[in-house]
């Protein structure tokens, strides 16, 4: 949850650093400091997503490695062979 948390607090500065650009009235320095600012954030919420990407694939596969699926109909059918 901290990832989210911290995702999320990435993508609400992005887009303050957006809206301060796109209101324009800064020095070029400012302007400059602020796209620095963004691309540096956006590089982390990148790599915060890749982690993201990662964990789910494994999970998927473990899923997909440890269940299996099973007919309902052929259990019920051992189950009453094994009754009688």
Known sequence: MAELSE???IIARLEKIVAELEKGGRTLADNLGL???GVELSRLAQELLREAEDRTQILVKKL????EAEDFATE???EEDDDE
Do not use: C, H, Q
């Open 76 to 78: 019920d059918a051992e």
């Open 7 to 9: 995702f999320e607090k």
């Open 64 to 67: 997909e490695e440890g269940w």
């Open 35 to 37: 796209f620095e600012e």
